[in-house]
């Protein structure tokens, strides 16, 4: 399959106009959910967080789990949320927002404790869109246990409106999935129940790319696999990268045949023969930026509104020129106070309704 015959892949879904449909990153896209950081907390600290986070936030979520946020940093975070929203917007797309929630409120089960929640600031960790279907995620931080609830008005709306919803078995996040004395074959989780975030999820029309990571096991992406059928085909891939959490900061499809990728990170796939691959420039963020969740890489993390515009990162420059001169629009939009919270364009939406069905784009064989 050629980078032109990848592009010439457009299929067109000629039936009524659907609440949901989304089968690949870049449609144009009609409806998305962006995120609210409001009301969050820190973390309440498990060892396998500690695969995963930068060392320097390990004793700040020890010691502050359950409670807020610093409110300044919040509250210049959601200004920046709500101008991506605007800017969406603008462009014409539909916004709609998750209902306000504390998240400070201790919670239990007959295993385990949390100090509070997290935030509902990140939609992208917890619902995969395929089709006509939304899909909740079975996440393995205890904290996130009830993250969805803040979605659940949508989640009914939509279903109300026709969409197929499934709910990923609810784990019971015991000791047993968790690797003790190291890793357990290189991950912080194992086999015992099915559990992932949606975000290292990737979809590519009737296939879906996948990484193993510290926080979705091989259990997991089989119950995906069955979840959404025989239609979509699930392709989990290697990638060089020790704090594996979420793949939208190694690789990410832009247009049809064009794909960014983290040059740390990305390993070859013949899944990709006949694609436009590129480098995403070193990050454009200061070295003494407050970073609570994640690396600088989270640059590459942006999201696309069709096949040929791009919402970055105002002032990631570097990045800015690379997809201008790989015939991109640019839509820039601040957003670093965002990062410090863990993620970027792509973490915090869902793209509910894109224009346009599920085609083949990747080389399978």
């Known amino acids: 399959m050629t980078v032109s015959s990848l592009a010439q892949n457009h299929p067109q879904d000629h039936s009524p106009a659907r609440a949901v449909n989304s089968s690949n990153e870049w449609d144009p896209l009609e409806e998305v959910i962006v995120g609210r950081l409001s009301g969050g907390v ?39 949320l709500d101008g991506l929203a605007r800017a969406l917007e603008a462009e014409g797309v539909k916004v709609v927002r998750p209902a306000p929630a504390d998240h400070t409120g201790e919670f239990a089960t007959p295993h385990w404790r949390s100090q509070g929640g997290l935030y509902a600031a990140m939609p992208r960790d917890y619902l995969i869109v395929v089709g006509d279907t939304i899909i909740e995620s079975p996440m393995s931080w205890r904290c996130r246990q009830f993250e969805g609830d803040a979605f659940r008005p949508l989640l009914k709306s939509y279903f109300d409106r026709g969409a197929r919803w499934l709910q990923a078995p609810r784990p019971q996040l015991t000791d047993e999935l968790f690797a003790t004395g190291g890793h357990h074959d290189g991950w912080a989780v194992t086999e015992f129940e099915p559990v992932f975030d949606a975000a290292d999820f990737m979809r590519f029309g009737r296939d879906i790319v996948v990484q193993r990571s510290h926080v979705t096991n091989a259990f997991g992406i089989r119950w995906l696999q069955r979840a959404v059928g025989s239609a979509y085909r699930v392709h989990t891939v ?44 070193q990050p454009a963020l200061p070295r003494d930026w407050p970073m609570f969740f994640c690396s600088p890489w989270v640059s590459m993390n942006m999201l696309s509104l069709d096949e040929r515009t791009v919402v970055v990162e105002r002032q990631e420059e570097p990045m800015i020129e690379l997809l201008t001169d790989w015939g991109f629009r640019c839509i820039p939009v601040d957003f670093r106070h965002v990062y410090t919270f863990g993620g970027s364009f792509h973490c915090v939406t869902v793209d509910v309704r894109r224009r346009g069905g599920a085609g083949q784009y990747l080389d399978v064989g």
């Open 238 to 281: 290697e990638v060089n990268d020790p704090h594996a959490m979420h793949i939208d900061a190694t690789l990410l499809p832009l247009a049809p045949g064009k794909l960014l990728v983290n040059p740390e990170r990305y390993v070859h796939n013949k899944l990709f023969d006949g694609w436009e691959i590129r480098k995403a420039p």
């Open 42 to 80: 820190f973390p309440t600290w498990q060892e396998s967080m500690r695969a995963t986070m930068p060392p320097g936030s390990w004793r700040l979520f020890q010691e502050k789990g359950g409670q807020p946020f610093p409110q300044d940093l919040v509250d210049a975070a959601d200004e920046e």
